[in-house]
């Protein structure tokens, strides 16, 4: 098993563009999940989805978007990008709910926004 | 709302050194308690967890214990490695969710 994927490891956007992070899971997970980690903060949560064409918003949805036609993928799209959404991006997947369940984590995407 | 509260570091130890991360949480209900770590360019991977008051969680020499009285969930390790060098998380799951701590990075040296 591959696990959590994420692709690119790396982009620099300019103000204005936009761009999808792309995640895939192939333990056959319910629950995926997006968070930010800015520097020297923990994690926040932008979106999750508790199944495939389910969604719901995080601590801080705004400027991004989700969707999840299928029970592997769950891409991120960012509309507009911003210097504010500088961070490195993590997608996550559970068996079910976070309560019990172990999440598990991808390498994580680093985006500057310049 | 539920919250987790972590020491700030870095913390930085001498190989063989005892291991102590505190960690407070805020919450309603009954909440499960995790240690999750990231290693240098990776992603988050779970050290250990608890579900429930007076459980211990352990894994690679550390670990923590459930204490509601003290709504507290410390990370401890007797004797640290180099290996160990790494941000430790702490966090809570409650409902759908995950709330995480902001992290203690710990360098441990020869």
């Known amino acids: 098993n591959a696990g959590v994927t994420q692709t690119p490891k790396f982009r620099i956007l300019k103000i204005g563009q936009s761009m999808t992070l792309q995640c895939a899971q192939d333990?056959?997970?319910?629950?995926m999940y997006w968070y930010r980690q800015d520097p020297g903060m923990g994690l926040k949560l932008i979106y999750y989805s508790v199944g495939a064409g389910i969604t719901d918003k995080g601590e801080v949805p705004n400027g991004y978007n989700v969707s999840r036609s299928t029970t592997e993928d769950f891409p991120l799209r960012l509309e507009l990008a911003a210097p504010s959404q500088t961070s490195v991006y993590f997608c996550?997947?559970?068996?079910?709910?976070?309560?019990?369940?172990?999440?598990?984590f991808g390498p994580g995407t680093r985006l500057t926004v310049l | 709302g539920d919250s987790v509260t972590q020491m700030e570091g870095p913390v930085t130890l001498s190989e063989e050194a005892f291991l102590t991360i505190n960690c407070t949480y805020t919450?309603?209900?009954?909440?499960?308690l995790f240690w999750y770590v990231q290693y240098p360019g990776e992603g988050l991977q779970l050290l250990l967890k608890?579900?429930?008051?007076?459980d211990k969680g352990s894994n690679k020499g550390f670990e923590a214990t459930y204490r509601k009285e003290t709504t507290s969930f410390h990370l401890e390790k007797g004797s640290v490695q180099v290996s160990d060098s790494a941000v430790y998380f702490c966090a809570l799951g409650n409902t759908d969710k995950l709330i995480f701590g902001t992290g203690t990075r710990l360098q441990v040296f020869p």
């Open positions: 333990m056959n997970h319910n629950y």
């Open positions: 919450a309603t209900g009954y909440p499960s």
């Open positions: 996550a997947s559970s068996v079910n709910r976070g309560l019990y369940n172990e999440q598990f």
């Open positions: 608890a579900t429930k008051a007076d």
